[in-house]
């Protein structure tokens, strides 16, 4: 049964119900998120956690671990629940020194999907996101070459919906072009607005906007800010910058990632503070 107690309510993606507080699994690996997690059963006890508060919504990538974050996905919670959706993302693969190098290639992105299904234990994907640009943030370019491929496996049946990731709103228009896409996820929060008009724009579409890195990338000026409107509301950074968002726009999900049970509790609670017309100006000088 779909909750509607977490905070923000819910989303549809496409056909798919989700709540709009999701999880985001990225911290379950090991150090730099490679390798399997110090605390194996603790792993699994996060993401049963998750499921138990009513998240319907998990994002995932095959290159967590590798590998490792996907297979704890599988022991912690198959068979899934109907109402539980996964999503994942292609287009970037670890290598020997930690990096996260694009992978694009048309045979690398089918094989990218084939081991999503693989580990996942799925025969469809709910989600695919193309993950474009690098570890420095979006780069200019078409995305025709790659999405392409991803278009191919959803018309045979692989894929339910397709989105794109660290990508410039151009990129955004062109897959669009391309083939219907749910959602768009991009590093956004209190203090990297870049994306303000392209949140507006898909919100007006019905296509989901699913920040990254909610407290990333904030300067020494901008968190002393934050943390002097937590400390008035008597709550933390993470609560407030996580409430923001989701007061931000109704197709902003949410997928803060934690490997504590005690962490995930306190995102969802924090999460449900709701701010007031002076919280949100005082907030929205940050940025």
Request: glycine share 10%.
């Amino acid at each position: 049964m779909l909750s509607t107690s977490l905070p923000g309510g819910t989303w549809t993606l496409g056909d798919l119900a989700v709540t709009r507080f999701g999880y985001g699994a990225m911290q379950l690996a090991g150090p730099g998120v490679m390798g399997p997690p110090a605390d194996h059963d603790g792993a699994l006890a996060v993401l049963r956690e998750a499921v138990e508060l009513g998240i319907t919504h998990i994002d995932t990538a095959e290159a967590y671990g590798p590998r490792f974050t996907n297979q704890l996905i599988r022991e912690a919670l198959h068979p899934y629940a109907g109402s539980l959706h996964i999503a994942t993302k292609v287009g970037a693969v670890r290598d020997a020194q930690g990096g996260w190098p694009p992978a694009r290639d048309p045979a690398g992105l089918r094989r990218a999907v084939h081991d999503n299904l693989d580990t996942l234990g799925l025969e469809v994907l709910d989600l695919v996101n193309l993950r474009l640009g690098n570890a420095e943030g979006p780069q200019p370019g078409s995305v025709a070459e790659a999405f392409g491929p991803l278009v191919e496996l959803q018309q045979q049946g692989l894929i339910r919906h397709l989105g794109v990731s660290n990508a410039t709103a151009e990129q955004v228009a062109e897959a669009k072009s391309i083939a219907p896409i749910v959602c768009v996820q991009n590093m956004y929060n209190l203090a990297h607005r870049h994306d303000d008009e392209l949140i507006d724009a898909l919100a007006e579409e019905g296509i989901a906007y699913v920040p990254f890195f909610p407290l990333g990338g904030f300067s020494p000026l901008q968190s002393a800010a934050l943390s002097a409107v937590a400390a008035r509301l008597e709550t933390t950074p993470m609560s407030v910058a996580l409430a923001w968002l989701l007061q931000r726009s109704p197709n902003i999900l949410l997928i803060p990632g934690t490997s504590s049970v005690a962490h995930l509790r306190e995102n969802v609670a924090g999460a449900a503070l709701t701010l007031s017309a002076a919280d949100l100006t005082e907030l929205g000088k940050i940025g």
